[in-house]
Every structure is written in structure tokens, then in C-alpha cells.
């Protein structure tokens, strides 16, 4: 094996949550041998788009469980993430049994920066850090949608 094969890539937007729990934009197969170092048990998915059939076959080789919580981000004027759904994305990430867990979307910023923004609800931060995260992750195309969604979860 050479020096090549060694170099492992994460996904866009890829970091830790807590202990069990990872967030991410999508992963290709790039990013492949990389999350077999995580020994996901669950990915949860929050696009609309059914998974593609190069990461479901990723999923079954490895024994992940696919969690599709699809649905549309916030954007304005009209379109608004479900609550419902929210938080059963919350409590599947959350749940032991689920862990290790990804939570991804298209770029990792938006709707699972709402997931993860309401997982940090669930731990009683602060609204300002909550933010400060979101930013962080989504700059520079923050939504002032999400923030709310998060403030009134």
C-alpha cells in the first residue's frame, strides 16, 4: 500500500457533534474510506432527493441504517422546514442505539445546522453559542429563517 492510499477525506463541512455523533455535508465516494473509520451505526439524511445508489450500496456493505428525514430547508418567502420532522432527527441522533450517527444534507450547512442547532437546544446552550455555531458553519449564507427555527424548536 502506498503514501496515497493512506489519505482519508471527509466530507464538506464535516465535524463533531459530541461523542457519537458527526455532521457533514454529502458524501461522495471519496469520502468513503474515510467514514468507515467512524463505524457509523445510522446516517440521517435530510434532502428530499432519494440516496444515491453508490451510497446506498456504501450503507448496506457496511451495516449502516439509512434514516431519511427529508423535507425542504427554510428559505424565504414560502418554504419552512418541518418541526415534526425535526425532531425526529433529533431524537434518532441522540438515541445511543442510532450512535455513531452523521447527520448530512446537501452542504452540511443549512438543515443540519438546524438539526444540529436543536440537538444543542436539547443540551441547554445558549442561543448565542447555538448561533455562533450556525455561522460558523453556514457564512456566508446564514438564514435568518434557521435561527428562528432553532430559537422556537
Known sequence: MGAIDLIL???????????????????????????TTLRLRSIIYM?????PPANLDFIRRHG??????????????????????????V??????????????CNQGKHRTGCVVGCIRKKMKWSLAAIFNEYRMVSRPKERFLDEQFIELF
Open 9 to 35: 477525506h471527509p466530507p464538506v463541512n464535516f465535524s463533531m457533534v459530541v461523542k457519537g455523533i458527526y455532521r457533514s455535508g454529502f458524501p461522495t465516494k471519496k469520502n468513503f474510506p474515510f467514514l
Open 47 to 51: 434532502c428530499e432527493e432519494e440516496y
Open 64 to 89: 449502516i441504517k439509512l434514516l431519511h428525514y427529508g423535507g425542504t430547508g427554510n428559505k424565504e418567502p414560502f418554504l419552512l422546514m418541518k418541526t415534526s420532522t425535526t425532531r425526529l432527527a
Open 91 to 104: 431524537e434518532a441522533a441522540t438515541n445511543p442505539k442510532n450512535q455513531p450517527v452523521l447527520i448530512h
